[in-house]
């Protein structure tokens, strides 16, 4: 919102900031990546209202025990869920101070990234907070409206696990976008921004749209695999691929923007015209940054929901357990689930992303430098794809005692 305010000036200063946020041409790309930014944010907010839900559904089971009607219950969720989103939108007025000092302060002049705080931005902070607060109550009010839960006990409204009636429609209206957006400046040169925007909102609808359909296809990839583990793995990817499904759409986002950044670096390499290097390289290691940050966010939620999901299937693993089956095989199954969620999503989004920017090239002028762009996107999308397995292999590594409690035999009588 800061840098959208600020893009308003076009006299080119700034009192210090870094021309990606003071020149014209830049800022709509500046502001568009900061706002991609919030999209991990989001996916790991939703994850964490489902996390928990055994113990919250109890603690609703109870109120209703004691006479509370569904309406009311779904009330005390939403205030639960509201209560935490308003702490989070206050706490964004320090948050921003923090990093205005770290990124608007401390950076030497001509390299602050951040403008300084003014009066208008409190106004905005407390209308961030307030829009935090009704957020966080409708989407807590909807997680608990998919769970029935009465006075004896919780059951949960059966949904199909397959991708919804909307679902084609959304994947192809934002194909057709992210076609036009990139098609768009070659046939029209003055489309340029318009183009920006209209990409960006096809790459949103498609990688949420693809996402559940890239994590089924995977869990049934694996289930017809031989051996226990790709077996497990697949049935847990396929049981439920909609909750991974998201976490595989951010990491989905993340990858089309490193694609675009790697591509849009090599070829600005290849062309050796521009005297200001430094700058645009600079440019593309901030990009690189913010989606390492994403993709962080990403994984966390990963994470937070394979946590949840070990809580949750406590029962189940320690019925397998009990048959014969080893710890350091479910950790080897978590993994290989955790694998088979993030691997293609991020390999599926270098290969999208760094495509764009060579789609045109090929079109306009097939030539060496085209190519080049497409061989470094597929070796972009290989060394992000390793990135992302060995970051799933961690992330199963920290859930090793979460493998050891879910198996344990005293779940056998967790109903």
């Not at 055994?54 to 005390?76: C, I, Y």
């Not at 209206?173 to 925007?197: C, D, F, K, N, S």
């Not at 994403?294 to 070990?310: E, Q, R, S």
């Amino acid at each position: 919102m800061r840098i959208a305010r600020f893009s308003g000036r076009d006299d080119g200063g700034g009192d210090g900031l870094a021309r990606y946020v003071t020149e014209p041409g830049l800022r709509p790309g500046l502001a568009i990546a900061v706002g991609l930014l919030v999209v991990p944010v989001l996916a790991l907010g939703v994850q964490a209202l489902r996390v928990g839900s055994v113990a919250r559904d109890r603690r609703m089971a109870s109120l209703r025990l004691a006479g509370a009607t569904p309406r009311a219950v779904r009330a005390v969720a939403a205030a639960e869920a509201g209560g935490a989103a308003l702490a989070g939108g206050l706490a964004a007025g320090p948050a921003y101070l923090a990093l205005w000092v770290l990124l608007g302060v401390l950076p030497p002049g001509g390299l602050a990234l951040l403008p300084a705080p003014t009066p208008v931005d409190a106004v905005a902070w407390a209308g961030v907070a307030l829009l935090a607060a009704v957020g966080g109550a409708l989407a807590g009010a909807a997680v608990q409206g998919r769970v029935v839960v009465e006075a004896l006990g919780v059951r949960r409204r059966a949904s199909s696990n397959r991708p919804g009636r909307l679902n084609p429609a959304v994947l192809v209206t934002g194909g057709v976008l992210v076609v036009a957006g990139t098609v768009g400046p070659v046939v029209e040169a003055r489309a340029g921004a318009m183009a920006i925007y209209i990409m960006m909102v096809g790459i949103l609808l498609s990688a949420f749209a693809v996402g559940p359909r890239l994590v089924g296809l995977s869990g049934r990839l694996l289930s017809r695999r031989a051996g226990a583990e790709a077996l497990l793995a697949g049935a847990r990817l396929t049981a439920d691929p909609r909750s991974s499904g998201r976490v595989a759409a951010v990491l989905v986002i993340c990858g089309v923007a490193l694609g675009v950044d790697a591509a849009l670096a090599v070829d600005f390499l290849t062309q050796r015209e521009s005297t200001d290097t430094g700058f645009y390289l600079t440019g593309f290691a901030l990009v690189a940054l913010g989606v390492l940050v994403g993709a962080c966010v990403a994984v966390l939620t990963l994470l937070v929901g394979a946590a949840d999901g070990l809580l949750d299937a406590r029962r189940p693993l320690a019925t397998l357990t009990a048959l014969g089956v080893d710890q350091p095989l479910l950790s080897r199954v978590l993994a290989r689930q955790l694998a088979a969620v993030a691997v293609p999503a991020v390999v599926v989004g270098v290969l999208i992303g760094g495509g764009m920017p060579a789609l045109p090239f090929l079109l306009v002028d097939p030539t060496g430098r085209a190519i080049l762009t497409v061989v470094f996107t597929v070796a972009t999308a290989v060394v992000a794809g390793l990135a992302a397995f060995v970051a799933a292999r961690l992330t199963a590594r920290l859930l090793r005692a979460h493998v050891r409690a879910a198996t344990d035999p005293e779940n056998l009588r967790v109903a």
